[in-house]
Structure formats: C-alpha cells, structure tokens
C-alpha cells in the first residue's frame, strides 16, 4: 500500500472505533512493511490485548506489542485525551510499555513512558504519512521502541528547577525574612507552576502573571491568587480557581520581590513542571532554602531504588501476599459461580433452577466481599517515617501504595469484577521531622507525588480541596519530647526511614550536653556510647513488640553491627525478628557517599527465612551476620594486662614473647609492608613536605606542597580507598591474612566464615577454663 492510497482510504473515516480500528491498523501495518497481528504472534503482538480474553468484553488496548507499545483506538474526531488517559490506566496490566499511543484514523499521537525520563510527544496527522521520515518514525516504534528514550531524566529536570529557586530562597534570606516565611513563600510559588502545568490552575495564569515586571503588580496579583487558591468559589477577575487549600494556601502573604526575581520567575515558569520528580524535589529543594545545606547543591543524592530495598520488603511484600490470598478466594468463587449459572441453565427443574441461582449469587457476593474488603484493608494502611526529612521515602512509598491499589483493581477486573476509583492516599503515609523546611517541603512533594500519579495513570486530581490537609507530617523531635520523655509515635502498621547519622562522641557538641543528657535519660534501653540513629532502631522496637506496629525497615550507620550500637538489635535478634538485612551498602548521606547497614525488623516469618544481603539464611544475628553469633564471645580473663586498644597500650608483656617467632615476624612484615603502601598512596611524595614536629619525639608533621596539592590529598581517604579497594590493596591484604592464618595453623585460604568459627570455638574453650 502507498502513502496515497492509505490516505485516500482512510481519509474522513466515517467508520465506528470498532469496525475500523483493526482495518486501520493492518492497511497502516501494510503501508509500514510491518506484518500484523496474527495467531502466531499471541502473547507477543495482539489485537484486543488484555480482560476481554476472560470477561468477554473489550481488552485493555486495541493493539499490544509486547515492550513495544500499547495502542488506543477512537473514532473520528473523537476526544483522544480520553483515549490517553484509558491506556494509561491500563499500562500496569499490560506491563508498563514504553510507547502509549493513540489514534482516530485521521491522528496518530505517540507519546514516551520511559520510567524516570521525560516525556516527549510525537503529533502524526494523516497527510503527515507521505513524508518518509514520519513514517520511518513509526517504524521505529514497531521495530525500536527504546529508540525513542529522552535523553533528558526528570532529576535533570527537578535540579535545574531546584538551582533556580535556590538562587530566590538566598536572596529573600539576604533581605532579612525568616526561613520559615522564606521556604513557605517559595513553596506556595512551586506549587503553581506544578498546578499550572497540570491544568489544575486555568488559562496559563502564573505565567500571565510573572510576564508583568513590575514588582508591585506581581505581589498583589500574587495575594489576589492565593487568597482564590485557599477559599472554595474562589475567582480571579471572571475566572473560576479551584479549592486548593490544605494548609499550603493558609493565607496571602506574599514576600516582595525584585524585578530580577520576577524575570527568573518567568523563566522557571517555562519548565515543564508537571515532570519534576516529586521523590527529589524535596531533598533538592530542602539544599536551596535551607542555609545549613546549600554546600549541598549539586551533591549525590539516594536514588529510589535504594529506597526501595527498604519499602518493598518492609511494606509491599506482606500486602502482595495478602492480595494474592484474597485474588486467589475471587478466583474461586467466581468460578463458582459460572459453574452455578451453566448448572441453572441446564436444569429444567424450576426449584432446582433456583438453588443454583442462589448459590451463584452467594459466590458472587463472596468475591466482591473479598475484593472489596483487601482494598478497604490497604486504605487504612499507616506508614511513618519518624525522621521523614523532605519525603523522599514518604512519596516512594504513597506511590507503591497506589500501585499496588491499581494492580488489584486491574486483576479483579481481568477476573470479572468492577473496577473501582483509586482511594489510598496521601492520608496514608505519616511523617515526623524536627527541620520546618523539611517537613513542610515533605508536604508539598507528597501532594505532587499524589497528583502525579493520578495524572500518570489515567485518573483526575481529586477535588473540593484538591490538596487534603497533610498534619500525619509533623515538625518535632521524633525522640525526645518537650517533657523530656522518650517522643511518642504515632500508630502505623509499617515503620521506615532514614534516621539522622551523628556519632556518639559528636552529639555533645552537635545537639548540646543538656540535650544528649537528656536524651539519654529519656531512653534507658540505649546505652550512653550509642550513635544516635539507635533511638529510632529502639523506637521501632518498642512500637513492634508492642503491636502497634507490623514491621521496620531503617537505613542505620554500618557501626549498628557493633560496641554500644549492637545493644539496640539484641532483642529483635534473639526474637528471631530481623527478617532481612543488609549489612553494608553504599548509601548517600547530605550528599556524601558513605556505607550503611539497612535492618529490617518484624514478625517473624513462618513460609520463608530471613534474607541476609540478598540470600537466604537460617537466623540473622545482632551483628548482622548469618551462621554463627559471634556477639556470644566472652572477654578472656587471660588477656587482662597483654592486649592493647590501639595506642592506649596496658600490658607490655604485646610483644616480647613473641618477638622472635617467625609467625610473629611474618605478621609484623606483611603488616609493615600493607601500611607503607597504603601510606604511600595517602601522602605521595611528590604532593607532601614534612616538617619536624615542635614536640620533640612526635611524627613530623604532613603538609601539602601547594594548594593544588591540598585539593588532591582532600580526595585521598581511607574510606574512598577501601570503597574503591585496588588490585594492589587487595593483594597486601591477602599475604596479611595468610601470615596471621599461618600463626593459628589453618590454610591461607580459609574463609571467613570459618576463621570465626575457629576463633569462637577457641574463645569458648579458654572461657570454660
């Protein structure tokens, strides 16, 4: 078929979506030298793809091309956004293709859903298709869908938007308003633009508004808006404003600004700010206004799917096993009742009739009492993040939520039950946060995430108001209360985070001596030396074993596995409820990369064992390991007086024994060696000087040469070292272990699991001595 004669065919299609949508598609199939759909091609290329080969009805999408696309039909001038919106609620059940597009004969709109990029949108009128790039295009959709990735991702996005209103938020500052005033003024600006680009705010109006330079018609157009945002029946001149209200609109205050200001504002106003990524914006936003991070801006920052090692384990996990319970009571019974209904059909008898049609009927109530009530059941659904900073785990964990919501509705569809409207919400997710720019930019990025994916999946905002008030998140001291008792949480089923990281010896100096007195006097069960992050692992404790709370998921420093610290996971330990963990991952703390322990705490499991990085294990210990409980070893009395903790020497008797013992000496040169290499790289020659210390007897002093020197050793750590751990690292490491496994008389390449099992057999038997 030629360009020509598939648009004189086609052209002012008076035909129905239905009598034409699969003509269509195989003349354009045609046109393209694709071959269309066929019986060979099911499960991989179809027609009518989805519920309908179970109802009977219509499927999910006209045309299904696996991890190609998913293909909406219409009929001719019909509303092909409603169409857009259909195909995406549909899109989880049709495996979430990277192409949605739709048509109505006479227009082809092709857009982008690539998880994380930004979407782009390709318009393809019929007389577009004699130009052989168009059609190549089209091509390249059957033939090389992941050709039409963006190249720009929602991040980049979400921090050019955040390096602008950073830019704002400093000059504010400068002029002298409070942050909290600040961050709430800039907040309320961000969340126009975003509602301006979703259609929620008409007629473009911010944009309109911002085009204005003059800064006092800016402010009190600015006042006129939100004073219409925060009341229902609100207008601007004979314009309509939806309610938005929810505490983000509590009154027209309006900080003034400068002609420069306002310029930038006409610029950010440009962006697409429908796209920005609701699980950055606040930790990128939070860099801006707050002035204790803004050494921050342009610094790593966590990304979701670490976040989601948490989440799904933590929350999503036991609901799916729930569902697929209560799918699998659906399933029964509405087979059940078919089989009800052939046996009335069949039966000539009229009571006999009847008692199947009850039975059918009874079957049918059991399934949507089911599904129903799992839906009912995941609506009430309470996470909290007791130190929530901006929302990032709040939002990842509404979304999944809601994911999870929709997939449930889309199976009980696909088994013949009505698909309902989503209801979970942003009521769902609870927050605590001592930082007011955090727990107030943690509301507004929650109300984002939750607009968004309504728009993502095919449903409207909700309305009257369209922001819900957000008080679950709360700004307070998650752990120490203003009576000086340990903070209360509120009751929530699932507990997760990313709890402050401060060392033990830095709190002091950090929080103030009366604060880390008190806290420590608020909670008895940590002991004195503990990092702060142990109050949250004990807060989640208590909140478990008391039953408020199902299960935990916290990201904690890697030292949670030891001293002091391992005290708050030696209850869980030993009631078996450390149900995954994983001991040491990389993780991104104010912008820094560091390595982190994530412990999982709750019910114990009865159908699977606890999973330690990754892999299934008997038990997981305290320390965070599998196997063996090496937090059972005893201090040996024999060692009173010998051994030494780094340079605090107490026994001198360390050393002469041993002195003239090759296995000794073995150690001391492997040792030697390891640390003048690793010396080496710290401090090469060429970037140092050495100066005498004033002090006589003390190491001379490490200076850099020059300032260029100065920013290399910044970046040479042994932490980046170890991270990065060279070839040659590795390989002094290896002939280290292989002296000190010779001196015990085991073989040099003996694992680690069975060096500790060696060495807590000898430490048992010298206890018992």
């Given at each position: 078929m030629t360009p020509d004669d598939f648009i004189r065919t086609w052209s002012g299609n008076p035909l129905s979506e239905r009598a034409s949508a699969q003509s269509h598609f195989r003349d354009l199939c045609a046109l393209l030298g694709i071959d269309p759909p066929s019986p060979l091609t099911a499960g991989t290329f179809e027609f009518e793809k989805g519920a309908g080969k179970t109802t009977g009805g219509d499927g999910w999408a006209d045309v299904w091309l696996k991890?190609?696309?998913?293909?909406?039909?219409?009929?001719?001038?019909?509303?092909?956004?409603?169409?857009?919106?259909?195909?995406?609620?549909?899109?989880?059940?049709?495996?979430?293709?990277?192409?949605?597009?739709?048509?109505?004969?006479?227009?082809?709109?092709?857009?982008?859903?690539?998880?994380?990029?930004?979407?782009?949108?390709?318009?393809?009128?019929?007389?577009?298709?004699?130009?052989?790039?168009?059609?190549?295009?089209?091509?390249?959709?059957?033939?090389?869908?992941?050709?039409?990735?963006?190249?720009?991702?929602?991040?980049?996005?979400?921090?050019?938007?955040a390096a602008t209103f950073a830019d704002l938020a400093l000059r504010l500052r400068q002029s002298g308003h409070a942050a909290g005033e600040v961050a709430h003024f800039v907040n309320r600006l961000v969340f126009c633009m975003f509602a301006e680009d979703v259609n929620l705010l008409p007629e473009k109006m911010f944009q309109k508004m911002v085009i204005v330079s003059d800064p006092a018609s800016f402010e009190e157009n600015c006042r006129d808006l939100f004073r219409a945002m925060a009341t229902k029946g609100g207008k601007i001149g004979y314009t309509p404003i939806p309610w938005f209200n929810g505490g983000l609109f509590d009154d027209e205050t309006v900080l003034p600004v400068t002609a420069d200001d306002i310029g930038m504002l006409r610029k950010a106003a440009k962006m697409d700010w429908s796209q920005i990524d609701a699980s950055l914006l606040g930790t990128l936003f939070e860099r801006g206004l707050d002035p204790d991070k803004r050494s921050q801006l342009g610094a790593h920052y966590t990304d979701a799917a670490k976040i989601m090692q948490i989440v799904d384990p933590v929350v999503l996990r036991p609901l799916k096993a729930e569902w697929e319970a209560a799918r699998a009571i659906i399933a029964a019974a509405l087979q059940e009742e078919r089989d009800a209904k052939a046996e009335a059909a069949r039966t000539r008898a009229a009571a006999k009739s009847g008692a199947q049609t009850r039975r059918a009927n009874r079957a049918h109530e059991t399934a949507v009492k089911a599904h129903l009530g799992f839906l009912e059941r995941l609506r009430a659904v309470r996470v909290l993040d007791p130190a929530c900073g901006s929302g990032n785990f709040l939002n990842l964990a509404l979304t999944a939520l809601k994911d999870l919501e929709h997939r449930v509705s889309l199976d009980a569809e696909a088994l013949g039950l009505p698909r309902p409207a989503p209801q979970v919400g942003p009521e769902c997710v609870l927050g605590i946060e001592l930082n007011p720019y955090a727990a107030e930019l943690a509301r507004v990025s929650t109300w984002i995430a939750e607009i968004q994916w309504m728009r993502r999946n095919g449903f409207e905002a909700s309305k009257d108001p369209i922001l819900k008030p957000l008080g679950t998140i709360e700004c307070r001291d998650a752990v120490l209360g203003a009576d000086g008792t340990a903070a209360d949480w509120p009751a929530a089923e699932f507990i997760i985070g990313n709890p402050p990281f401060l060392g033990n010896k830095r709190m002091v100096g950090e929080l103030s001596e009366g604060y880390a007195m008190s806290l420590r006097a608020a909670w008895p069960e940590v002991p004195g030396g503990a990092d702060l992050v142990a109050y949250w692992v004990a807060g989640a404790w208590q909140a478990i074993a008391a039953g408020r709370t199902r299960r935990a998921g916290l990201v904690t420093t890697n030292s949670i596995r030891g001293g002091a610290n391992r005290t708050v996971l030696t209850k869980p330990a030993e009631a078996g409820a450390i149900f995954e963990a994983w001991s040491d991952e990389p993780w991104t703390v104010a912008g820094a990369a560091v390595r982190v322990s994530m412990v999982m705490l709750g019910e114990p499991t009865t159908n699977s064992r606890p999973r330690l990085d990754g892999t299934e294990v008997e038990r997981i210990a305290a320390d965070l390991t599998a196997g063996l409980d090496l937090t059972t070893a005893e201090r040996l009395g024999e060692n009173k007086g010998v051994a030494f903790q780094g340079p605090v020497k107490v026994g001198a008797s360390p050393a002469a024994d041993y002195a003239n013992d090759p296995r000794a000496e073995a150690i001391a040169a492997a040792a030697w060696v390891l640390n003048e290499k690793r010396e080496a790289w710290l401090n090469p020659p060429e970037l140092v000087r050495r100066e005498p210390e004033v002090v006589e007897g003390y190491p001379d002093r490490i200076l850099p040469k020059d300032e260029a020197a100065a920013k290399e050793l910044k970046k040479r750590t042994l932490t980046k070292l170890y991270n990065a751990r060279p070839a040659w690292l590795a390989g002094l490491h290896d002939r280290l272990d292989a002296a000190v496994a010779d001196a015990y008389g085991w073989p040099a390449d003996i694992s680690e699991d069975d060096a500790l099992a060696h060495l807590l057999e000898l430490n048992r038997a010298r206890a018992a001595r």
């Open positions: 991890d190609a696309f998913a293909w909406e039909y219409k009929k001719t001038k019909a509303n092909l956004d409603a169409a857009y919106a259909q195909v995406q609620r549909y899109a989880p059940a049709l495996d979430h293709p990277p192409l949605l597009i739709v048509s109505d004969t006479q227009a082809i709109v092709l857009r982008t859903a690539f998880t994380g990029a930004v979407q782009e949108r390709h318009d393809i009128a019929i007389d577009d298709l004699r130009d052989a790039a168009t059609r190549d295009l089209l091509c390249r959709a059957f033939e090389d869908p992941l050709s039409f990735r963006p190249r720009r991702t929602r991040a980049d996005l979400t921090e050019d938007a």
